[in-house]
């Protein structure tokens, strides 16, 4: 019973393609977040979700658009997909986005590899 | 601009000694601070976390320790067991910021 569950977990793509990740929390968390950990291993963040709402957006190639069609759910699309994408994504939802409330609450990561 | 870092990538200890890791901010902003764990092919999970108001946090085998003035936070495992073996984030966050801002991880290797 997957608190946070993303989909695919390794996704493998040419250059110039189009491919999107899916995410879905069963914790009835207000907040989801896109997270990208890149080579030197630091986790970023990409999106931040409040109910639905765009509410955090960090210099993010536009690119890259989520789409939340409910407070349970965060997919990512990526448009154009470039070498430099390549990289491990992480879902996470916490139950707000401000205070105490921030421990995350992560997905499994899914590896992407651009070739 | 990495405002959170941990400047040892690795860290080695025997089994049942202490593993201390180490962790800096630049941020005077942030106000509250998150150990994580994270095993190969998973994601990070919640260790322990800590307010700005403490300076020390404890739960189990897990002591995590703020100092402020340095700008610095420390966890500590005692005793260490081989299944602490794991990648061991820390993060920042603070109350007016509404996202955490993560380290770049060490490796925590326990040796039986």
């Known amino acids: 019973d997957t608190a946070v569950s993303q989909t695919p977990k390794y996704l493998v793509t040419q250059m110039g393609n189009d491919k999107s990740i899916k995410c879905e929390q069963n914790?009835?968390?207000?907040?989801m977040y896109w997270y990208k950990q890149d080579s030197k291993k630091f986790l970023k963040i990409m999106f931040s979700y409040n109910n639905k709402e765009l509410i955090i957006n960090e210099t993010v190639p536009n690119r890259f658009s989520p789409k939340s069609p409910d407070k349970a759910h965060l997919n990512l699309h990526i448009n154009s997909l470039e070498l430099g994408d390549s990289a491990v994504y992480f879902c996470?939802?916490?139950?707000?986005?401000?205070?105490?409330?921030?421990?995350?609450?992560f997905g499994q990561g899914t590896r992407l590899t651009v070739v | 601009d990495q405002q959170v870092k941990q400047n040892s990538p690795s860290l080695s200890v025997q089994e049942g000694r202490i593993s201390i890791l180490n962790c800096d901010y630049t941020?005077?902003?942030?106000?509250?601070f998150l150990w994580y764990k994270k095993y190969p092919a998973e994601g990070p999970t919640f260790l322990i976390s800590?307010?700005?108001?403490?300076d020390k946090n404890e739960d189990g085998r897990f002591t995590v320790f703020l100092n402020k003035s340095a700008k610095h936070l420390s966890l500590h495992i005692v005793p260490s067991q081989p299944g602490d073996s794991a990648v061991y984030f820390c993060a920042a966050g603070g109350t007016s910021y509404g996202k955490l801002t993560f380290g770049q991880g060490t490796i925590l290797t326990v040796h039986p």
């Open positions: 941020n005077s902003m942030f106000d509250y």
């Open positions: 800590i307010s700005s108001i403490k």
């Open positions: 996470a939802s916490s139950q707000s986005s401000w205070g105490l409330n921030t421990e995350a609450f």
């Open positions: 914790l009835g968390h207000d907040t």
